[in-house]
């Protein structure tokens, strides 16, 4: 393919630049052979000119199209370079957060520098069983890559996990352990898994320490093995550690940080524990404080010290020895601080009573002269002599250093090896893992000796990848049969060779380490004499001869040799050694101790069980006192480097490579400087370069034909798609040497599948240039067409409308000229008709108005006077009448009420007298003396009432005199005065006649004005008070209208909240249920597990005889003779056992099993507890609803309190009386005195409901007196002031009214004392009628309990008892009333006498029943009698059955008479279980016989032994029933029908059970023949709870069969399988792509899933399984389908894009549709698939705008943040047409959901089962009709 193909205009490529490493750029025109440069175009617009190598002439490399970047894998990349590889992990990395990527058969691991959470154990699993390129790039994808290989190969794994510091190393390390952890468990009780988990904490504090770069750096390699047995479960580990950096513990550079360990101490140095080690601030000693940074952001050193503790104990390190290491640690700190002073220049001295020394010399157990003088001296010996010679200060100080870093590296030490004791089990190791935690490589500004050693590691572990992924290569090549050449890669041997081989650096190193006077500048020179011309990877400084450069395959290290020597020996002061070994610390002899046993930290002797101790192995050659036999550290590493790399050799390698994406320790911060650094050094680029070289991308021929099917002529597609793809390669690629046809797949060059899709993408271009062309010419022709068309229409009706509009005009026109002839004309005769008519009118007006005025003012002088008169009279008199009636009224209202007030209490009083006359008849003369003082009290009160009633008549009748006389006198003197001044005013009015004529005249124009303003006035005043009505109505209408409105409110709102605490405490009820549920499963699993240990037990014994496992608790009510002995064999059997088994484990599960019964029981009662709660809390909120709805009537109860507070207390204690006679009513129902109580009860009842008339009839005059008021109240402020403001003045008797009125106000007042009065009697005689009641009370509890002793005697006795008492309790109520009144006593005699006659005749009515019962008590037993006698004659005798020809004659008559009952013999019960459950086949009982058929024979057995009362035959039933249940499903618990079946028929013997318990609540629908067939004898309510639990049980082992069965379809028919052909395109995959799981999970389809959904839900209606079950089943089976599907669509990135999102919705709506034609649309299955639902919606819906963002969160309201944010991450273009969702986008959705409520958690839980309930389903099938068949064996059943 030429380049002026691919380098076309708009072709993107990657140029090189200083910043970004590499740049994106776009050719702005087409590149020709033989251009010297490229015309460029960069992403910010800027251009620019690229000129090429003229040397080279190498082009830039090409951008590969955007649908592949962001992929799993780096190899499915096209174009596979640098600056691919690059951007495609940044923007996994910024854009997706995603920090996992595969590159071949390495994962590389960019460390986010924030807390993830994907690592929970939901995506645990998640992962757990799956093929690696199934789910997303994880670590816990590998770890199962891993631990399937070693299941499936039976070879050893190795997962190496390497990278810089800081990178991540130990933290990917940690979570591969812990899913081995979780996946795998352990087989013992030491729960391995668990201490290997452990050791992380203690590693990690005494060998991790913070760096510049990492806060939590690894300073040592090490080498985890994890031991799996035969079944691949954890029984152990073994750890191995390399080079751990010493020389931190005496130096940190700055920002850095000592080992956590030193830390931890210091920070809880203020526990008492602690105080002996001298400890202070960490700031305090030398050794850490070097690097000034103490303290690590976010860390608790006192908490990790906790967790290391913790850690310890759980490794059987007890607290002695941690406080003997805590100590050692301690002393190091202190032997920091010793500070060493000049003595001279050739010597040194400590000062006297150095504190630190002395802290040391205390916590290490050696003296303080010893010390002091060996830390400034050392010993030098010859062949004669020992001379001891003086140390400078800085020799002296070295040492020290020396000796506090050989102290450190020995208990380092001793803790790796003891923890690894505590991680060895004695169980034989059948396969390893091991996990690599290794240091990258390093390069730094000065590289010492341990940059060389680490460096060394990782060109020997480099080659071994390299060689290892050229075989992976090779293998893959020759599997497909394809012709391969050598590829060339980098071999790193001449580097290995370099370091290791003979004369070699190590090699030299250690020689001059062996000189007597060997330095490093003579080490240097050697190196520069051997290797510098003759090793071209050596190279030496230009400006140094002291260091030296090595070409790594990573990159060039200059290293320093100043330090290598003293370094490699590793040299420390023997003296100094020697005092500590004679330390009486016993912890630091056995540091020093290296030939002899340690002993063990758990401080158990040898000998008396536990672990056996191990002894500390020694370094070879420690023990040997010369020096040249010391192995040096290079020599100890090269060594330990090869047993490394022999272990990963004989392992299958998994290659983790982690990166550090900044130096700065930012979340999600990429720097492609450093990135670049480390891809070069871990290998990543020389993976990509060798699978570049081949054929680095593959396809199937299915998916190569899926995914360029558009390139491809339909002549070209052929049956074979082999042969297809074959032909349509060689048409489109020429160059044969670009692909190779593989047997399963094609292989191509790098580079092919761009140009590929580019071929793809352009065809698919062109075809939708195609498809634009043509829409829119259709669609402008329409839009022509369309506004041709519209602008005719509007033309045409345009044109009608002016002309009509001119028309209209016209005839307008002419009308209006008609009408204004006409109109003129009759205008004119108009005017002039009125101008006529009115002077008529004027003239006819004026004349009579002149003569009407004369006679009028003739008329009106004479009415005036007669007016006058009349008026002032009626004024005066009307006033007078209304006073008099408005005071009659008032004190008639007051009177009455009052009169009321007392007449309702006398009868309440008369009713309670009453009611206790008839209690009680002693009561009866004081109740007549009370009637007494009554009726003298109302004599008096109408006397009263009669007085005042004569005086108020008397002082009326006065008053009208007086008033008449008045009036009489008035007018005596005015007629006086008219007749004296008659004359006068007759001569004044002859004198002034003329005067007033005129004056009449304006009088009356006066009077006229008057009126008519009158008028005005009057009429505005009725507008007004017409207006103010509706606005009074209106106010009243809006206060209905709001306190409706507020009442519906208020119901709402109660309503609402009553449904909302429903919905609450139903929720809760389910939680309770699935907690009680789930309990009962680990309860199973606990009893399926300790079955297994005792199974084991008992087969380690031939002779022990075994009981069944599967018995439940109820097991132990019943037992044979025979299982005494057995019990016996079975402890001595067991005895055995245990000698040779560890018993903590057995111990421990009965103790659980114990815990878990008990948890069960409270759990269940809790159960029990909370249903009567929400049973309760309904009841209550029903009650409150009704309350709520009465608010209006707040004020009339407001009312009724007063009245309830005065009768409470009596109230109360006529509801104890009631309920006593009750009680005793019942209790005695067969006694003779029940119905002399029972009468008494019947007055109670009618008393308290005339009470409640009464308090009703109370509140009614109550409320009508309130409002009676309120309207006089109302009355007297409105009509007063307008009635009486003009006559008020007038009235001259006010002085009389105000007397009338004081009058009335003192009689009123006398009537309110003497009603208080009457009032404070009352509650006297309240009062002492309490205290008569409480006596009755008293007498009622003795009636009780003497009721209660005779019961305890026989019937008879109990008789004659009952009339005893009788007789003396009414004897003592005769004699007491006699001692109070006789005549009393007479009508009491009279009472007693009655009841003894009534008690004589229920004596022998009762006496009659018995007898008649008795008769018919004896015709049964005959008849049972003849039953049993015919049944025995036809057992004993086989031969007359035979010959008796009347047998077969009497089984029709008996099959009348059947009882739906089936008897059994005991013996003959092992048999019935064994037919009837355990060889029973459910296939043929199901298609043949009626649903349910054995529940209902074992019931039908069960009811004969409850019917001859047989408990011992009903409790082995029952529980032999339940256990071979049991039996059966643990034997074919995998068997869907066999669990369908008995699921269904213990679902029918519970419902069998209820229906004929005798409970009247399930008896309810029952026919009157079941209702004979109830249980009589026993109550089987806890068998009922038991076989509920079994049923619980059978319904999650039948959810676990489905989800086995379910499990691999759903993966394949739900995302997989392309339902929609053509819809969905398959994207270039790399080398992690689905081969191994496409053969076995590519026949699962749609259609498979639900073809099993129809076979599951066939074989349950088959079995008659309830409606109700199956509805449940369906739901649970649709939620399993949904979180599977979501759950790998979340950790699946190739299955988030647009056309997958058409398929899931496309295939949830088939699942829909099979509901709907089931019939189950209402089981809430539909529900449980709404998360997948949106899920798919949220893949198709548009993800730019801010409206998208909104309708987005308004949709997804099943899904949480995280897994819609999740979703967005994930999605994938399949086509260059769609577009990724932006980070903005992304970041705005996070915005918008951030007040959601929610859990974090990511993934659905699969394992989470519905909580099931049992609703009672009634069988209309009579017991009497069913008929056993004959293929049961059940012949020895007898009907009966």
């Known amino acids: 393919m030429a380049a002026s193909e691919l380098y076309t205009k708009r072709a993107r490529v990657w140029i090189p630049d200083a910043e970004e490493v590499w740049k994106s750029a776009e050719l702005a025109k087409d590149f020709k052979n033989g251009d010297p440069s490229l015309q460029l175009m960069l992403e910010d617009g800027t251009s620019i000119e690229h000129k090429l190598d003229p040397k080279t002439k190498n082009l830039p490399y090409l951008r590969n199209p955007d649908i592949l970047v962001g992929e799993n894998d780096l190899t499915a990349l096209s174009y596979l370079h640098e600056p691919a590889v690059l951007h495609n992990l940044k923007v996994r990395f910024i854009d997706s957060k995603l920090i996992y990527t595969y590159c071949g058969i390495v994962l590389v691991a960019i460390n986010p520098y924030e807390t993830l959470g994907i690592y929970g154990t939901d995506i645990i699993n998640a992962y757990s069983g799956q093929n690696m390129g199934d789910m997303d790039p994880h670590i816990f994808a590998v770890a199962e890559e891993a631990y399937k290989q070693m299941a499936r190969d039976e070879r050893n794994q190795s997962i190496i996990v390497s990278g810089e510091s800081g990178a991540g190393k130990t933290v990917s390390a940690k979570y591969a352990m812990r899913y081995f952890a979780t996946v795998s468990g352990s087989t013992s009780e030491a729960n391995v898994e668990q201490k290997v988990l452990a050791s992380n904490p203690i590693m990690e504090a005494i060998g991790n320490a913070k760096t510049t770069r990492n806060d939590n750096s690894s300073r040592f390699g090490k080498y985890i093995e994890i031991g799996f047995d035969t079944r691949y479960r954890i029984i152990g580990a073994n750890m191995r550690t390399y080079l751990l950096e010493k020389s931190r513990v005496v130096f940190q550079a700055d920002e850095e940080r000592n080992y956590h360990i030193f830390y931890q101490l210091c920070a809880s140095s203020h526990l008492p524990e602690f105080k002996t080690l001298k400890l202070s601030s960490a700031n305090d000693f030398l050794y850490t404080r070097q690097g000034r940074s103490p303290v690590i952001h976010g860390v608790d050193d006192t908490k990790e010290l906790s967790a290391t503790r913790n850690a310890f104990t759980l490794l059987g390190i007890n607290e002695s020895y941690q406080m003997g290491l805590f100590q050692v640690l301690a002393a190091i700190l202190h032997l920091g601080n010793v500070e060493i002073k000049d003595k001279d220049s050739d010597s040194s001295l400590i000062p006297p009573n150095n504190r630190h020394l002395m802290a040391f010399c205390e916590l290490v157990g050696v003296t303080y002269q010893d010390m002091a003088q060996w830390l400034c001296h050392r010993k030098l010996k010859t062949a004669t002599e020992t001379y001891i010679k003086t140390l400078p200060r800085l020799q002296a100080t070295n040492a020290r250093d020396a000796l506090a870093k050989h102290i450190y590296a020995k208990l380092f030490n001793w803790i790796v090896e003891h923890v690894n004791k505590a991680l060895i089990t004695n169980i034989k190791q059948h396969s390893f893992i091991g996990v690599l935690d290794i240091y990258g490589f390093e390069t730094f500004e000065i590289n010492s000796f341990e940059q060389f050693c680490i460096n060394y590691a990782n060109e020997k572990l480099q080659q071994q990848f390299n060689m290892h992924v050229f075989k992976l290569e090779q293998e893959e090549y020759m599997k497909e049969q394809i012709p391969w050449t050598l590829i060339d890669f980098y071999d790193n041997q001449p580097c290995i060779n370099l370091i290791e081989a003979k004369m070699g650096i190590l090699d030299l190193l250690d020689e001059e380490c062996k000189m007597p006077k060997g330095s490093d500048d003579s080490w240097a020179q050697k190196l520069y004499n051997t290797h510098l011309k003759t090793c071209s990877l050596f190279e030496k400084p230009r400006m140094s001869n002291r260091a030296f450069i090595i070409q790594h395959f990573a990159d060039k290290v200059e290293y320093q040799c100043e330090g290598f020597l003293e370094k490699n020996k590793d040299t420390v002061n023997e003296d100094q050694i020697n005092v500590l070994k004679a330390s009486k610390f016993d912890l630091l002899v056995e540091l020093f101790q290296d030939e002899e046993k340690a002993t063990s930290p758990t401080g158990q002797v040898p000998g008396t069980g536990g672990r056996t101790r191990l002894s500390i192995k020694p370094d070879k050659g420690r023990g040997k006192t010369s020096k040249e036999h010391k192995k040096t550290v290079g020599c100890q590493f090269r060594n330990s480097l090869q047993m490394?790399?022999?272990?990963?050799?004989?392992?299958?390698?998994?290659?983790?490579?982690?990166?550090?994406?900044?130096?700065?320790?930012?979340?999600?911060?990429?720097?492609?400087?450093?990135?670049?650094?480390?891809?070069?050094?871990?290998?990543?680029?020389?993976?990509?370069?060798?699978?570049?070289?081949?054929?680095?991308?593959?396809?199937?021929?299915?998916?190569?034909?899926?995914?360029?099917?558009?390139?491809?002529?339909?002549?070209?597609?052929?049956?074979?798609?082999?042969?297809?793809?074959?032909?349509?390669?060689?048409?489109?690629?020429?160059?044969?040497?670009?692909?190779?046809?593989?047997?399963?797949?094609?292989?191509?060059?790098?580079?092919?599948?761009?140009?590929?899709?580019?071929?793809?993408?352009?065809?698919?271009?062109?075809?939708?240039?195609?498809?634009?062309?043509?829409?829119?010419?259709?669609?402008?022709?329409?839009?022509?067409?369309?506004?041709?068309?519209?602008?005719?229409?509007?033309?045409?009706?345009?044109?009608?409308?002016?002309?009509?509009?001119?028309?209209?005009?016209?005839?307008?026109?002419?009308?209006?000229?008609?009408?204004?002839?006409?109109?003129?004309?009759?205008?004119?005769?108009?005017?002039?008709?009125?101008?006529?008519?009115?002077?008529?009118?004027?003239?006819?007006?004026?004349?009579?108005?002149?003569?009407?005025?004369?006679?009028?003012?003739?008329?009106?002088?004479?009415?005036?006077?007669?007016?006058?008169?009349?008026?002032?009279?009626?004024?005066?008199?009307?006033?007078?009448?209304?006073?008099?009636?408005?005071?009659?009224?008032?004190?008639?209202?007051?009177?009455?009420?009052?009169?009321?007030?007392?007449?309702?209490?006398?009868?309440?009083e008369a009713r309670s007298v009453e009611h206790f006359k008839k209690l009680n008849k002693g009561m009866e003369n004081k109740i007549m003396q009370l009637q007494r003082r009554i009726d003298e009290q109302s004599k008096d009160n109408r006397s009263i009432n009669e007085k005042l009633v004569s005086l108020e008549t008397s002082s009326t009748a006065e008053r009208e005199r007086m008033r008449g006389e008045l009036s009489r006198l008035r007018g005596v003197e005015e007629d006086a005065k008219n007749k004296g001044n008659q004359v006068t005013s007759l001569l004044e009015q002859l004198e002034k006649l003329k005067k007033e004529l005129s004056s009449t005249q304006k009088e009356k124009k006066t009077i006229e004005d008057w009126a008519q303003t009158y008028r005005d006035e009057m009429e505005k005043m009725v507008s007004e008070l017409k207006d103010q009505n509706c606005s009074l109505k209106k106010e009243k209408d809006d206060l209905n209208r709001l306190i409706q409105e507020q009442s519906q409110q208020m119901t709402e709102k109660m309503a609402r909240a009553i449904v909302e605490k429903t919905q609450q405490l139903e929720t809760d009820l389910n939680e309770e249920r699935s907690r009680y549920q789930n309990l009962l499963t680990e309860h199973l699993r606990l009893e399926e597990k300790y079955d297994d240990l005792k199974e084991a037990m008992n087969v380690s014994k031939p002779g022990h005889r075994r009981t069944d496992s599967t018995h439940s608790s109820n097991e132990s009510e019943y037992t044979y003779n025979s299982e005494y002995a057995e019990l016996e064999e079975g402890s001595r059997a067991a005895e055995d056992v245990t000698r040779g088994m560890d018993t903590s484990l057995t111990l421990k599960l009965q103790k659980r099993l114990t815990e878990l019964e008990q948890e069960k029981q409270s759990l269940r009662n809790e159960l029990e507890n909370r249903e009567d709660q929400f049973q309760r809390a309904r009841a209550r909120d029903d009650v409150e609803f009704k309350k709520a709805r009465g608010a209006e009537l707040e004020y009339e109860s407001l009312k009724r309190q007063e009245l309830e507070s005065e009768n409470k207390k009596l109230k109360h204690d006529l509801a104890e009386i009631r309920r006593s006679l009750l009680g005793n009513a019942a209790t005695g129902a067969g006694a003779p005195g029940s119905p002399a109580y029972k009468v008494v009860l019947e007055q109670l009842n009618a008393s308290c409901e005339e009470l409640e008339v009464r308090k009703e009839e109370v509140l009614i005059l109550r409320s009508q007196l309130v409002s009676q008021k309120e309207a006089m109240h109302h009355k007297e402020t409105m009509t007063e002031p307008s009635a009486y403001v003009e006559d008020v003045s007038k009235l001259k008797d006010a002085g009389e009214l105000k007397q009338a009125y004081i009058g009335l106000k003192d009689t009123n007042r006398l009537l309110e004392h003497?009603?208080?009065?009457?009032?404070?009697?009352?509650?006297?005689?309240?009062?002492?009628?309490?205290?008569?009641?409480?006596?009755?009370?008293?007498?009622?509890?003795?009636?009780?309990?003497?009721?209660?002793?005779?019961?305890?005697?026989?019937?008879?006795?109990?008789?004659?008892?009952?009339?005893?008492?009788?007789?003396?309790?009414?004897?003592?109520?005769?004699?007491?009333?006699?001692?109070?009144?006789?005549?009393?006593?007479?009508?009491?005699?009279?009472?007693?006498?009655?009841?003894?006659?009534?008690?004589?005749?229920?004596?022998?009515?009762?006496?009659?029943?018995?007898?008649?019962?008795?008769?018919?008590?004896?015709?049964?037993?005959?008849?049972?009698?003849?039953?049993?006698?015919?049944?025995?004659?036809?057992?004993?005798?086989?031969?007359?059955?035979?010959?008796?020809?009347?047998?077969?004659?009497?089984?029709?008559?008996?099959?009348?008479?059947?009882?739906?009952?089936?008897?059994?013999?005991?013996?003959?019960?092992?048999?019935?279980?064994?037919?009837?459950?355990?060889?029973?086949?459910?296939?043929?009982?199901?298609?043949?016989?009626?649903?349910?058929?054995?529940?209902?024979?074992?019931?039908?057995?069960?009811?004969?032994?409850?019917?001859?009362?047989?408990?011992?035959?009903?409790?082995?039933?029952?529980?032999?029933?339940?256990?071979?249940?049991?039996?059966?499903?643990?034997?074919?618990?995998?068997?869907?029908?066999?669990?369908?079946?008995?699921?269904?028929?213990?679902?029918?013997?519970?419902?069998?059970?209820?229906?004929?318990?005798?409970?009247?609540?399930?008896?309810?629908?029952?026919?009157?023949?079941?209702?004979?067939?109830?249980?009589?004898?026993?109550?089987?309510?806890?068998?009922?709870?038991?076989?509920?639990?079994?049923?619980?049980?059978?319904?999650?082992?039948?959810?676990?069969?489905?989800?086995?069965?379910?499990?691999?379809?759903?993966?394949?028919?739900?995302?997989?399988?392309?339902?929609?052909?053509?819809?969905?395109?398959?994207?270039?995959?790399?080398?992690?792509?689905?081969?191994?799981?496409?053969?076995?999970?590519?026949?699962?389809?749609?259609?498979?899933?639900?073809?099993?959904?129809?076979?599951?839900?066939?074989?349950?209606?088959?079995?008659?399984?309830?409606?109700?079950?199956?509805?449940?089943?369906?739901?649970?089976?649709?939620?399993?389908?949904?979180?599977?599907?979501?759950?790998?669509?979340?950790?699946?990135?190739?299955?988030?894009?647009?056309?997958?999102?058409?398929?899931?919705?496309?295939?949830?709506?088939?699942?829909?549709?099979?509901?709907?034609?089931?019939?189950?649309?209402?089981?809430?299955?539909?529900?449980?698939?709404?998360?997948?639902?949106?899920?798919?919606?949220?893949?198709?819906?548009?993800?730019?705008?801010?409206?998208?963002?909104?309708?987005?969160?308004?949709?997804?309201?099943?899904?949480?943040?995280?897994?819609?944010?999740?979703?967005?991450?994930?999605?994938?273009?399949?086509?260059?047409?769609?577009?990724?969702?932006?980070?903005?986008?992304?970041?705005?959705?996070?915005?918008?959901?951030?007040?959601?409520?929610?859990?974090?958690?990511?993934?659905?839980?699969?394992?989470?089962?519905?909580?099931?309930?049992?609703?009672?389903?009634?069988?209309?099938?009579?017991?009497?009709?069913?008929?056993?068949?004959?293929?049961?064996?059940?012949?020895?059943?007898?009907?009966?």
């Open 1314 to 1840: 003497q009603l208080q009065a009457q009032r404070r009697g009352y509650d006297s005689e309240v009062e002492s009628l309490r205290g008569e009641l409480q006596n009755v009370k008293e007498e009622n509890n003795r009636q009780q309990q003497l009721l209660a002793q005779n019961l305890q005697l026989p019937p008879e006795a109990r008789i004659e008892a009952s009339l005893q008492h009788e007789i003396t309790r009414l004897t003592n109520e005769n004699l007491e009333l006699l001692a109070e009144d006789p005549t009393a006593s007479r009508e009491a005699r009279v009472i007693i006498l009655r009841r003894m006659v009534d008690l004589m005749e229920q004596l022998e009515k009762q006496d009659r029943t018995i007898r008649k019962l008795k008769k018919q008590l004896k015709v049964y037993s005959k008849r049972i009698g003849e039953m049993g006698a015919g049944q025995t004659e036809g057992q004993t005798s086989p031969g007359q059955v035979v010959d008796e020809p009347i047998h077969p004659v009497n089984i029709p008559r008996r099959e009348k008479d059947f009882q739906g009952m089936l008897e059994y013999k005991k013996e003959d019960e092992l048999k019935l279980v064994k037919n009837l459950i355990l060889e029973l086949k459910p296939r043929g009982v199901a298609v043949n016989l009626i649903p349910g058929l054995p529940a209902y024979i074992l019931f039908m057995c069960l009811r004969h032994a409850d019917y001859v009362n047989d408990d011992q035959k009903v409790r082995t039933l029952l529980t032999s029933t339940i256990n071979s249940i049991k039996k059966i499903l643990k034997k074919r618990g995998d068997d869907f029908e066999t669990v369908s079946f008995w699921l269904s028929n213990t679902c029918r013997f519970l419902h069998c059970l209820k229906q004929y318990s005798g409970d009247e609540a399930f008896m309810r629908h029952n026919t009157q023949r079941q209702n004979e067939h109830t249980l009589s004898n026993f109550d089987l309510a806890e068998y009922r709870q038991v076989i509920s639990d079994l049923a619980i049980q059978i319904y999650q082992q039948l959810i676990k069969c489905m989800e086995n069965i379910l499990q691999p379809m759903i993966v394949s028919g739900m995302l997989e399988h392309e339902t929609i052909q053509g819809v969905s395109g398959v994207k270039p995959t790399g080398l992690r792509k689905r081969t191994s799981s496409i053969a076995d999970e590519g026949t699962y389809t749609l259609d498979s899933i639900l073809r099993q959904l129809s076979a599951f839900h066939s074989t349950m209606c088959q079995h008659g399984t309830d409606p109700e079950l199956i509805k449940q089943v369906v739901k649970q089976q649709f939620y399993i389908i949904g979180a599977v599907t979501l759950n790998n669509l979340l950790l699946r990135k190739d299955m988030c894009s647009w056309s997958k999102g058409m398929q899931i919705r496309y295939n949830v709506s088939q699942l829909e549709e099979w509901l709907r034609d089931k019939g189950l649309m209402i089981c809430g299955a539909k529900e449980t698939l709404e998360p997948l639902i949106q899920a798919a919606q949220l893949l198709q819906v548009k993800k730019k705008t801010d409206e998208d963002a909104e309708a987005i969160c308004s949709m997804c309201l099943a899904l949480t943040t995280a897994q819609i944010v999740k979703v967005l991450n994930l999605y994938t273009p399949v086509n260059e047409f769609e577009e990724r969702v932006s980070v903005a986008f992304i970041r705005t959705i996070q915005t918008r959901l951030r007040d959601r409520c929610e859990s974090p958690q990511l993934l659905m839980d699969t394992k989470m089962i519905y909580p099931v309930t049992f609703p009672f389903n009634p069988s209309s099938l009579a017991l009497e009709t069913i008929q056993i068949p004959s293929s049961l064996n059940l012949s020895f059943l007898t009907r009966v």
């Open 644 to 908: 490394l790399m022999d272990t990963l050799n004989a392992t299958t390698p998994h290659y983790v490579r982690c990166i550090k994406p900044n130096d700065f320790k930012l979340a999600f911060s990429f720097d492609p400087k450093r990135a670049v650094q480390q891809l070069r050094a871990c290998g990543v680029l020389e993976t990509i370069r060798i699978s570049a070289a081949g054929f680095p991308s593959r396809w199937t021929y299915q998916e190569f034909f899926s995914r360029y099917r558009v390139l491809m002529k339909q002549k070209d597609v052929l049956s074979d798609k082999k042969l297809t793809c074959r032909n349509v390669l060689e048409k489109l690629v020429q160059d044969q040497d670009k692909y190779q046809f593989g047997k399963t797949k094609i292989f191509f060059r790098a580079g092919q599948v761009a140009y590929l899709e580019k071929l793809r993408a352009d065809k698919l271009r062109v075809a939708c240039i195609r498809i634009q062309k043509t829409i829119r010419c259709w669609l402008a022709r329409k839009k022509y067409l369309r506004t041709r068309s519209a602008a005719i229409t509007i033309q045409r009706f345009t044109r009608g409308y002016q002309a009509r509009c001119l028309a209209k005009f016209m005839r307008r026109t002419q009308a209006a000229t008609i009408i204004q002839k006409y109109q003129r004309m009759y205008m004119e005769r108009k005017r002039y008709r009125q101008k006529q008519a009115a002077a008529l009118v004027m003239q006819t007006i004026l004349r009579a108005y002149m003569a009407r005025q004369k006679y009028q003012g003739l008329l009106r002088e004479h009415n005036a006077v007669i007016i006058q008169k009349r008026v002032r009279g009626w004024l005066a008199r009307c006033w007078y009448k209304r006073c008099l009636v408005s005071l009659v009224y008032l004190q008639c209202c007051f009177r009455r009420m009052k009169a009321r007030r007392e007449l309702k209490k006398l009868k309440i």
